[in-house]
């Protein structure tokens, strides 16, 4: 049963701060892997998608890695706003299944 | 709005009564899936679907949830007597082809179930 961590559960950093999130999944069969930002009281909203093939994906300030082998995945948020105040989870996908982590809450202060 | 369309965004029933929920997928996405998030708790898979098919609903409680995606229509969670414990924001989302096709989900913005 693939089950999916992440780490840390929540994190507050002054503005500007560059970021590293953490997200580990047990099985590594996986097709591929997903960050999705939420805000409260909102639906998910996609940030970078990882096919298993690939290494890591850019977008804008956002650079998400994945080491399939050790069943790893982090994203890197540069230069970070206060609007980035939300909580990223990360999934992962095997046969049209996905499984989140419990998130990551991030609080970016002015 | 060519995004996944949910809808009631919020839902309030009385214990024993019947919720439908429904969600219509992005345009040209033929693969709807459905997630609850209970409170203060991670999104759980439910059940997946393609038009007219059940593809997976290992995640469905075996009692008084249902779901379809008919030929022509939204997809719809029905969940039948519902329980306090039912009380949950339900997310669809919608993919273009299998996982190892494309395989980005795109959510809609959720239907939030009270049951009093």
């Known amino acids: 049963k693939q089950e999916v961590t992440q780490i840390p559960a929540a994190l507050s950093v002054p503005e500007g701060e560059n970021l590293v999130l953490n997200c580990s999944f047990t099985?590594?069969?996986?097709?591929?892997l997903q960050w999705f930002r939420q805000d409260p009281g909102k639906g998910l909203t996609s940030l970078l998608l990882?096919?298993?093939?690939?290494r890591e994906q850019t977008s804008g300030r956002l650079n998400a890695s994945l080491d399939k082998s050790s069943g790893r995945s982090t994203l890197y948020i540069a230069a970070s706003q206060p609007g980035d105040s939300a909580t990223y989870l990360c999934?992962?996908?095997?046969?049209?299944?996905?499984?989140f982590g419990d998130g990551t809450t991030l609080t970016v202060k002015p | 709005n060519a995004g996944v369309m949910q809808n009631p965004r919020h839902l309030v029933r009385r214990r024993g009564q019947e919720a439908r929920l429904r969600c219509s997928p992005m345009?040209?996405?033929?693969?709807v899936y459905w997630y609850r998030q209970l409170p203060e708790e991670g999104l759980k898979f439910m059940v997946y679907l393609q038009k007219e098919n059940i593809i997976d609903e290992s995640g469905m409680p075996k009692e008084r949830f249902s779901a379809e995606f008919p030929k022509e229509g939204p997809s719809i969670l029905r969940i039948q007597q519902v329980v306090r414990g039912d009380s949950a924001a339900y997310f669809c989302?919608?993919?273009?082809?299998?996982?190892?096709?494309?395989?980005?989900?795109?959510f809609g913005e959720g239907s939030r179930l009270t049951v009093l």
């Open positions: 345009k040209g996405h033929s693969h």
């Open positions: 099985d590594s069969a996986i097709y591929n």
């Open positions: 999934a992962v996908s095997n046969a049209g299944k996905s499984t």
């Open positions: 989302a919608s993919s273009q082809g299998l996982a190892e096709i494309t395989g980005e989900l795109f």
């Open positions: 990882i096919q298993s093939s690939q």
